[in-house]
């Protein structure tokens, strides 16, 4: 499906604006806005602590029950790790039959601060390991769905939390229609920079909300790749070395004995060689002048806790010139049960060309690459920066007002995604200019919020009871 799903995007998009302004309003028809307000569990429902269990069996063993620890802190932290849950839940849930990639994690969470290679600050979706073409509903959903949870967690009431959905929705909607009337350049060229970020949501803040603002933005900057050198690494025996702080940090040299080491640290270093193919020939010349120094497994996130992911300290000129590069494993997209498997044979590929695709502007040292891990198996990765101008929100910090002004940049971020791959002139034609799109997701987001509270109850029985192991070690 997910081959039939790009092929349909690009045939709509050759038609006139006129005609595919047409199809938008023909799918409501089908598939009426209201509609999306409706969420109830299927009576089929698949277990979702089963649909966990199913991802830990292919993750590092001695990790898995970190993922649950962390799963287990709160609700907002369950719906982190549950992408592959909701996934199965929206399956067969209405929607217009216009596609176009998704995020497929697009929890508030996964909206942040980043630099682009020209050292700008830019305000963008982080997090593509689950991209796929699909229903562009579903992306919003999850959305709105994550600001309710976050929400909630605040103390926020019934009316505090439709105005926050209300906002994010709502600029989602306002974006794609000025994005329809865009040209294609116009819209490939859009981004959120610092600035424009300030321009959009100051006016909404008091002096309180602009200062947490104006220190989020000098927060970021600071954290680079020296900044990140610092924390991580120290000297030993006058080589600069990546600092143990297991189980969330294990160096290599502490993770295997010599003999296996050794042949790991070659696959290593031709991961990076290899990797570098897929870089642009400049990037490529870069990173040829930076040398592999050391290598470290590392934990991240919620959802992506047991799946492999390796740092690589590499240096340049000499010893204080870092460059920080994370490999993560890249699994099937959780969507590709549902949508259909990918066009890209490499799942790391498949990340890299979502990210791409949707981002702005990508990181320089953004590729892929397939290797053999030390346990035989043959896994794909996509290579990034450890860090680069990295802020994240901090939801549970923010008044009913600052969270409805980060729920309208979210959604008119993810709106430039979305209109970068898809129809957006369907799209902007199937939503409308009234709010029935908006009041329903309201009402999907409040049900949907009831539903994972309900699943995280679910999880921590399975850990009191002994059904799943977790480990509660806070990330550092």
């Known amino acids: 499906m997910s081959q039939q799903s790009t092929t349909a995007m690009r045939a709509s998009i050759r038609a006139t604006p006129e005609e595919r302004a047409a199809l938008g309003k023909e799918a409501r028809r089908r598939s009426p806005r209201s ?68 995020c497929g994690d697009a929890h508030l969470l996964n909206f942040r601060l980043l630099a682009s290679p020209e050292r700008e600050l830019m305000f963008d979706i982080n997090d593509f390991d689950e991209t796929l073409p699909g229903p562009w509903e579903w992306d919003v959903k999850r959305l709105s769905a994550s600001f309710v949870i976050a929400a909630r967690a605040n103390g926020f009431d019934d009316a505090e939390r439709a105005r926050v959905v209300s906002a994010t929705v709502r600029s989602y909607r306002e974006a794609m229609t000025r994005f329809a009337g865009l040209s294609n350049l116009d819209v490939w060229y859009t981004k959120v920079d610092a600035a424009g970020l300030k321009a959009l949501i100051t006016g909404q803040l008091r002096k309180e909300g602009r200062r947490k603002l104006d220190r989020a933005l000098a927060k970021a900057r600071s954290r680079d790749t020296l900044q990140v050198f610092d924390k991580l690494t120290r000297v030993v025996d006058g080589h600069r070395r990546i600092a143990a702080d297991p189980p969330l940090l294990v160096p290599i040299a502490d993770l295997l004995p010599d003999s296996e080491r050794s042949a790991l640290e070659r696959q290593f270093r031709a991961l990076i060689e290899q990797y570098a193919v897929t870089l642009p020939s400049d990037r490529r010349h870069l990173l040829a002048d930076y040398h592999l120094a050391d290598v470290a497994r590392k934990v991240v996130g919620v959802g992506s806790v047991g799946t492999r992911c390796w740092i690589f300290l590499l240096l340049g000129r000499d010893g204080g010139d870092p460059l920080f590069l994370q490999a993560k494993e890249a699994d099937e997209s959780v969507l590709a049960e549902h949508l259909g498997a990918s066009l890209y044979r490499n799942q790391g590929e498949r990340v890299v060309a979502g990210q791409r695709l949707m981002q702005a502007t990508s990181d320089i040292f953004l590729g892929w690459q397939r290797v053999d891990g030390f346990d035989g198996r043959r896994r794909d990765f996509y290579v990034r920066q450890l860090r680069d101008w990295k802020g994240i929100a901090m939801p549970e ?15 008119l971020t993810l709106a430039r995604a979305h209109a970068r791959s898809g129809d957006r002139i369907a799209i902007a034609a199937y939503l409308g200019g009234g709010d029935a799109f908006d009041r329903a997701l309201v009402t999907f987001a409040e049900a949907y919020a009831d539903q994972n509270e309900h699943d995280h109850r679910a999880l921590l029985d399975a850990v009191r009871t002994g059904r799943l192991p977790a480990e509660e070690i806070p990330a550092s």
Request: proline share 10%; glycine share 10%.
């Open 35 to 102: 509609g999306h307000a409706v969420y109830e569990p299927a009576a089929d429902r698949r277990d979702p602590l089963r649909i966990l269990e199913a991802q830990s069996a292919a993750r590092v063993p001695e990790l898995v029950p970190i993922r649950y620890g962390r799963m287990t802190e709160s609700p907002f932290r369950f719906y982190r790790g549950a992408a592959a849950i909701m996934a199965s839940d929206l399956a067969g849930s209405p929607d217009s039959g216009i596609t176009t990639q998704l």
């Open 397 to 411: 910090t923010m008044t009913p007002p600052q969270l409805e002004a980060f729920g309208g940049v979210c959604g």
